[in-house]
Every structure is written in structure tokens, then in C-alpha cells.
Antibody, heavy 121, light 107 residues
Framework: EVQLLESGGGLVQPGGSLRLSCAAS????????MSWVRQSPWKGLEWVSA????????YYADSVRGRFTISRDNSKNTLYLQMNSLRAEDTAVYFC??????????????WGQGTMVTVSS | DIQMTQSPSSLSASVGDRVTITCRAS??????LNWYQQKPGKAPKLLIH???NLLSGVPSRFSGSGSGTDFTLTINSLQPEDFATYFC?????????FGQGTKVEIK
């Protein structure tokens, strides 16, 4: 069974840092691009970042570029999101998601259960 | 960024009803449109990809249509387990963007 399990969320002060992890199982992790998507009541679902299967290509939303870094360790089947200079508006549930491409169309076909990040003093 | 607008934002329906949700993109996205279902406290779940392709295991009462800027998700004969929030999402351009969601509630 394909599974994604996030961890690392919590309460952090503005300006602080946090690293999220997403442990993958049930599929050949290195063969698939992966993504982080966050959800908050005020912004809804928001794509944050993505990374290719090899890790050689990374993509970011403008709202997090320069503050967040996505990475992966294919030997550990784990995806990461390093979040620095956190702001109140980064407060959200963060989901990792597996990406599948078919006929050049991408979809988030498997999601983790999410981890809550709260940025507050 | 491509803006995705869903309508309605919420609706009330009864078991057995036919429900239609619309998603409009701010520019043409061809068939690069996916639909997700989300229940409270859970992650979104992919239902339909590439506008009209039902994911394996998703009941056939769900269907999707459309291309370009206008898309529709239809649920025929609504079942109790279908009460949830539905989101559309475009994968034509980066950043990927989602609609604001349509909450389907029990009448």
C-alpha cells in the first residue's frame, strides 16, 4: 500500500525554523516527483514546492521562495521541507503528496495525513 | 498565476440527488484539471484527473467534463459518504493552483 507519513510540525515563533519530513512507502520513491501543499482556513489549498525524482530540479511558490528548501533522500525514502524565517501566514496544515504524470498532465495522486505548523509568539 | 473559481461555494442536497459543481480557470488550461474530495480532518483524495478520467476505485457516479476554461464535476445519485468538500486544481502552469472548494452538505 502506498503511504506517506509527515512529521515535524509544531509551534514556532515568528522568524524561527522548522523541518518537516515525509516518509514514503509502498512505491519506488526515487521514480516520482514529490510536492508539499499546505492548507489554511484563510488561503485554502496552496501549492508550496515540488522536487523531481532525482532531486535535481526544485520549484517553489513565490510566497516561500528564499525561505523554504525542499529536498529528498532517496536512500531513506524521505522528503523534507526546511522552513526558515517563518511568518504567521505560514501557519497551516502541511501535506506531502506524490506526483504522477500521464499524457503530460500532473496530478497529486497520494497525500499524507498532514502535519500542523503554527507560527505564533 | 492561474486563478481557479468554483461555484457554488456550498450546496445542500439530499441522498439520491444529482449534484453539479463548476470550476472556471482564468485562462485556458486545456485538459489539465483534477478534482479532489476532502472530508473533515483528512487529506484531499484524488477523484478525477485530466478533466474526465475517473481514478481506479472511484465510484462511477462521479464524472468530470470540460476543457479550456470551464469544467464540471457531477455526482449522480448522491450517497451519504459523498458529503464532503470538493476542490478543482490546475496542472497547466506553475504554480499549481486550487479552487476555493465546494462544500456539499446534507439537506
Amino acid at each position: 500500500e502506498v503511504q506517506l507519513l509527515e512529521s515535524g510540525g509544531g509551534l514556532v515563533q515568528p522568524g524561527g525554523s522548522l523541518r518537516l519530513s515525509c516518509a514514503a512507502s509502498g512505491f519506488t520513491f526515487s521514480s516520482f516527483a514529490m510536492s508539499w501543499v499546505r492548507q489554511s482556513p484563510w488561503k485554502g489549498l496552496e501549492w508550496v514546492s515540488a522536487i523531481s525524482g532525482s532531486g535535481g530540479n526544485t520549484y517553489y511558490a513565490d510566497s516561500v521562495r528564499g525561505r523554504f528548501t525542499i529536498s529528498r533522500d532517496n536512500s531513506k525514502n524521505t522528503l523534507y521541507l526546511q522552513m526558515n524565517s517563518l511568518r504567521a501566514e505560514d501557519t497551516a496544515v502541511y501535506f506531502c503528496a506524490k506526483l504522477t504524470y500521464e499524457r503530460n498532465i500532473e496530478r497529486f495522486d497520494v497525500w499524507g495525513q498532514g502535519t500542523m505548523v503554527t507560527v505564533s509568539s | 498565476d492561474i486563478q481557479m473559481t468554483q461555484s457554488p461555494s456550498s450546496l445542500s442536497a439530499s441522498v439520491g440527488d444529482r449534484v453539479t459543481i463548476t470550476c472556471r480557470a482564468s485562462q485556458s488550461i486545456s485538459y489539465s484539471l483534477n478534482w479532489y474530495q476532502q472530508k473533515p480532518g483528512k487529506a484531499p483524495k484524488l477523484l478525477i484527473h485530466a478533466a474526465s478520467n475517473l481514478l481506479s476505485g472511484v465510484p462511477s457516479r462521479f464524472s468530470g467534463s470540460g476543457s479550456g476554461t470551464d469544467f464540471t464535476l457531477t455526482i449522480n445519485s448522491l450517497q451519504p459518504e459523498d458529503f464532503a468538500t470538493y476542490f478543482c486544481q490546475q496542472s497547466f502552469n506553475t504554480p499549481r493552483t486550487f479552487g476555493q472548494g465546494t462544500k456539499v452538505e446534507i439537506k
